[in-house]
């Protein structure tokens, strides 16, 4: 069964960096792209890159280009998001998902809620 | 950049009744379309995908249709489980959701 695990919710202060991952399981992790999907309160699903954990290959949306940095170690067939600076516009529920680069997403995550507040 | 939209946002239907919802693309996605359901705090599960084709375990009252920039989710039975967001998805090109629409209790 093919499962992605990510890590628990987080609280945090503006400025302060923050690493969150997902663990997958049940399938090769090496062979299929990981992506991940931001969806503010009350919001939509926002696509924001996807990276292959076989070569590293990493892509971003133009909108999330500059603002995280996509990861992943397979030896361990994790992925990670990760931000260097937090701001309060970056609270959100973040969801980790396996699909093609170019098809729909059959596998999310659990999410993962990021909430940044003074 | 697809520009993805989705009507109505909000639509109220009675169990029993139909639910016919529209998402158009700015542009030509072929038929590289999904549509998604999300429950309230839950993670979206993928109802179609190819534009018509249904996922894996997704009851046969759900269908989708289109192609091009138009397309179409038709619920054709609503049942209690079914009241929630739905969201269509282009992958064309890079990968884009329309804003949602609603289906709530009439």
């Known amino acids: 069964e093919v499962q992605l695990v990510q890590s628990g919710a987080e609280v945090k202060k503006p400025g302060e960096s923050l690493k969150i991952s997902c663990k997958g399981s049940g399938y090769s992790f090496t062979s299929y792209w990981i992506g991940w999907v931001r969806q503010m309160p009350g919001k939509g699903l926002e696509w924001m890159g996807i990276?292959?954990?076989?070569?590293?290959?990493?892509r971003y949306s133009p909108s999330f280009q500059g603002q995280v940095t996509i990861s992943a170690d397979k030896s361990i067939s994790t992925a990670y998001l990760q931000w260097s600076s937090l701001k309060a516009s970056d609270t959100a529920m973040y969801y980790c998902v396996r699909q093609p680069p170019v098809g729909a997403i059959q596998y999310w995550g659990q999410g993962t809620l990021v909430t940044v507040s003074s | 950049e697809i520009v993805m939209t989705q009507s109505p946002a909000t639509l109220s239907v009675s169990p029993g009744e139909r639910a016919t919802l529209s998402c158009r693309a700015s542009?030509?996605?072929?038929?590289?379309l999904a549509w998604y359901q999300q429950k309230p705090g839950q993670a979206p599960r993928l109802l179609i995908y190819?534009?018509?084709t249904r996922a894996t375990g997704i009851p046969a009252r759900f269908s989708g249709s289109g192609s091009g920039t138009e397309f179409t989710l038709t619920i054709s039975s609503l049942q209690s489980e079914d009241f929630a967001v739905y969201y269509c998805q282009q992958y064309n090109n890079w990968p884009d959701f329309g804003p949602g629409t609603k289906v709530d209790i009439k």
């Open positions: 190819g534009a018509s």
């Open positions: 990276i292959y954990p076989g070569d590293s290959d990493t």
């Open positions: 542009q030509s996605v072929s038929s590289n």
